[in-house]
T-cell receptor, first 115, second 112 residues
């Protein structure tokens, strides 16, 4: 089955702790993305990566970090510096970035709650 | 940055009715995408539009890429209860090169 997987589905974290959200795709897509969604709002871009070992900040990168060591994987770390981390986090991928075929496909999401 | 204005914000309709929602932008887009999101799930791509004037259907869904390249609409005909969810438009191109810009979403409720 081809697709994007995110784990875990639900994650609870104590204040002051870092936490890493997993995103894996087996679609052979070059580009991957992380978005944050707050209740009743649209999606806001955190980080994106167009190719292995390279990534760029999105609109709300502060308090987050990423890595792209493998094409299939793009983990997101929510650090203790993120002031309001409770949200729904969505990972996406596309064949490549920066072209008219940049259709993005989404994973099922991870809901992070800070206690 | 670029912004998309999506309307309406919410709709309450009876099963069987047709639905129309749209997105407008102050700048030109090269691609328009329409997604549906069920509660607690990731958005699922419904229709992708790549050319101005393009009209594309997917079952009961029809979407069009506006001639001016600054707008798009999505129609759902003969709505059914499982159409309930949040519908997002997204645009790609212009000054947001390499990044999709999303609308705020339209919440659709269908009463049986």
């Amino acid at each position: 089955d081809g697709g994007i997987t995110q784990s875990p589905k639900y994650l609870f974290r104590k204040e002051g702790q870092n936490v890493t959200l997993s995103c894996e795709q087996n679609l052979n897509h070059d580009a991957m993305y992380w978005y944050r969604q707050d209740p009743g709002q649209g999606l806001r871009l955190i980080y994106y990566s167009q190719i292995v070992n390279d990534f760029q900040k999105g609109d709300i990168a502060e308090g987050y970090s990423v890595s792209r060591e493998k094409k299939e994987s793009f983990p997101l770390t929510v650090t203790s510096a993120q002031k309001n981390p409770t949200a729904f986090y969505l990972c996406a991928s596309s064949i490549e970035s920066g072209t008219n075929t940049d259709t993005q496909y989404f994973g099922p999401g991870t809901r992070l709650t800070v206690l | 940055g670029q912004q998309l204005n999506q309307s309406p914000q919410s709709m309450f309709i009876q099963e069987g009715e047709d639905v129309s929602m749209n997105c407008t932008s102050s700048s030109i887009f090269n691609t328009w995408l329409w997604y549906k999101q069920d509660p607690g799930e990731g958005p699922v791509l419904l229709i992708a539009l790549y050319k101005a004037g393009e009209l594309t259907s997917n079952g009961r869904l029809t979407a069009q890429f506006g001639i001016t390249r600054k707008d798009s609409f999505l129609n759902i005909s003969a709505s059914i209860p499982s159409d309930v969810g949040i519908y997002f438009c997204a645009g790609f191109g212009g000054t947001s090169y390499g990044k999709l810009t999303f609308g705020q979403g339209t919440i659709l409720t269908v009463h049986p």
